[in-house]
């Protein structure tokens, strides 16, 4: 904080890394350098926006289809193997 003391109250461009929240608002800046600025211009006085999409659980889960998760195993394997006969078909996979 030292170093920076001197630009409090001041225009400064601060150089570094912004991290976003998944929401994607700003979380905060990792910065590499601040320094002064004379740019009296709007373009660099805003936080620059998110370049991904704001992440959605409702987009990121899929539903189980006919050939997805469980429902693909359900009523397809009979049960009534023997525990040998369920080994031999393992050891013949590899």
Same mark, same amino acid.
């Given at each position: 904080m030292a170093s920076i003391a001197d630009y409090?109250?001041?225009r400064v461009l601060v150089l570094?890394?912004?991290i976003y929240r998944p929401s994607?608002?700003?979380l905060r800046i990792d910065a590499?350098?601040?320094s002064a600025t004379i740019n009296d211009g709007s373009f660099f006085s805003t936080i620059?926006?998110?370049h991904t999409? $704001?992440?959605?659980l409702r987009n990121t889960i899929q539903g189980q289809r006919d050939r997805l998760g469980i429902s693909a195993i359900i009523g397809k394997w009979p049960g009534d193997e023997t525990d040998e006969?369920?080994?031999l078909a393992? $050891?013949?996979l590899n």
């Open positions: 409090l109250n001041q570094g890394r912004a994607g608002k700003l590499e350098e601040v620059p926006s998110s999409r $704001k992440f959605s006969q369920i080994e393992l $050891k013949e």
